[in-house]
Structure formats: structure tokens, C-alpha cells
T-cell receptor
Framework: TQLLEQSPQFLSIQEGENLTVYCNSSSVFSSLQWYRQEPGEGPVLLVTVVTGGEVKKLKRLTFQFGDARKDSSLHITAAQPGDTGLYLCAGVSGGYQKVTFGTGTKLQVIP | KAGVTQTPRYLIKTRGQQVTLSCSPISGHRSVSWYQQTPGQGLQFLFEYFSETQRNKGNFPGRFSGRQFSNSRSEMNVSTLELGDSALYLC??????????????FGSGTQLSVL
């Protein structure tokens, strides 16, 4: 069974602070996705990283895929209250849209 | 373009009953996946359908089943409900062609409570 462990599980920070969320697995994934989910809604895809060592930036969010394609990180610069939500990493392997989701990181940004 | 539509939004059932949830994917999307989300287990993959065929299945008991119609709409059924089946059931649609770069678009889910 493929598992994706995220850390930290919970994070409460002040507006303007920086933070990093980690996603680790003992399995190799063909690609890795990051989602954000707000209460009462489904997850929304933020980014997909495919190549080991790949770095992608989305405004204040920076995503990195580990060289061995087993881990990933999400760094948020100058967090804002609108960044509040549940962040989920998800590993894709074997095709046919079977996606393994991580344990999740609940982020709260306090104004 | 309309998003993924799941109905009903909320559902309350009692143990032993069965339930059917519905999902209408984004127009043109042929793949529909179902996930169960609980506070303890997180998001877990149930199954995926493409062109009316189940292509992939997660580790859930046979009480959980699904199907897809020719218009790509999908239903999932849970029989003999147990208290532990209380969860948010999410449906995701995708074109079904892009493999590893496939983008999943999720609906808002159906919140099922089993009493």
C-alpha cells in the first residue's frame, strides 16, 4: 500500500509569515499533485510536478518534486488569510487516474 | 462550462439501509473517480470509470459499487450501511486521456451520515 505522509498536520501562523509543508513517501510516484480544499468543497488542483527535481512556482507558492520522486514540498511566502485551507499532496502511479492522497496539512493564517 | 455536480449534497441514513449517490462530470470528460473522505483516514480512492468500464478499484468491500452511463454520468451505491460509512463522498472528473498529467476536477461532495 502506498502511503503519503504530510507534515506538519496542523499549522497556525500569522499573516506575512513563510511556511513549508512536506509530503513524504517510501514509494516512487510518476507524478505528484498538490490540492487545496476549503470547508464544504472538493479539493482544487494547484499544480502537478512530473520530473524529479522539478520546481514550479505559482505566485507566492513554490512546489518542488524530490530527485527520487518520492517526496515533495510546498513553500508559501508571505502567507495571507486567503491561503487558509487543507493542503493535500497526491501521488499518481499506474495510470488510470488512481491517485493516492496524503494525510493532509490544515493551514490557518491569522490576520 | 459547468463544474462537477454531485447530488444530493447531504444525506442521512440508518444502519442497514442502502444509498445511491450521483455525479455529473464536466461536459466532455469521460473519466469519473470516486473518493471517500473521513477525518481519520483522509481521502481514499474507491474506483474509477471510463467509458462505462471500471478501470481501477481501491481497497473497499463489495458493499461499495458504482457504474457509469453512456453520457458519462456516474452513480455509486453503498449497501448495508455501517456507522463507519459516514463520510464525505467526492466525485472527480477528468478527460481520461492525459495519463500522468491528468487534472482531476472535484465536485463539492455528498455528506453522508449513517445513524
Amino acid at each position: 500500500t502506498q502511503l503519503l505522509e504530510q507534515s506538519p498536520q496542523f499549522l497556525s501562523i500569522q499573516e506575512g509569515e513563510n511556511l513549508t509543508v512536506y509530503c513524504n513517501s517510501s514509494s516512487v510516484f510518476s507524478s505528484l499533485q498538490w490540492y487545496r480544499q476549503e470547508p464544504g468543497e472538493g479539493p482544487v488542483l494547484l499544480v502537478t510536478v512530473v520530473t524529479g527535481g522539478e520546481v514550479k512556482k505559482l505566485k507566492r507558492l513554490t512546489f518542488q518534486f524530490g530527485d527520487a520522486r518520492k517526496d515533495s514540498s510546498l513553500h508559501i511566502t508571505a502567507a495571507q488569510p486567503g491561503d487558509t485551507g487543507l493542503y493535500l499532496c497526491a501521488g499518481v502511479s499506474g495510470g488510470y487516474q488512481k491517485v493516492t492522497f496524503g494525510t493532509g496539512t490544515k493551514l490557518q493564517v491569522i490576520p | 462550462k459547468a463544474g462537477v455536480t454531485q447530488t444530493p449534497r447531504y444525506l442521512i441514513k440508518t444502519r442497514g439501509q442502502q444509498v445511491t449517490l450521483s455525479c455529473s462530470p464536466i461536459s466532455g470528460h469521460r473519466s469519473v473517480s470516486w473518493y471517500q473522505q473521513t477525518p481519520g483516514q483522509g481521502l481514499q480512492f474507491l474506483f474509477e470509470y471510463f467509458s462505462e468500464t471500471q478501470r481501477n478499484k481501491g481497497n473497499f468491500p463489495g458493499r461499495f459499487s458504482g457504474r457509469q452511463f453512456s453520457n458519462s454520468r456516474s452513480e455509486m451505491n453503498v449497501s448495508t450501511l455501517e456507522l463507519g460509512d459516514s463520510a464525505l463522498y467526492l466525485c472527480a472528473s477528468s478527460p481520461g486521456r492525459d495519463g500522468l498529467n491528468e487534472k482531476l476536477f472535484f465536485g463539492s461532495g455528498t455528506q453522508l451520515s449513517v445513524l
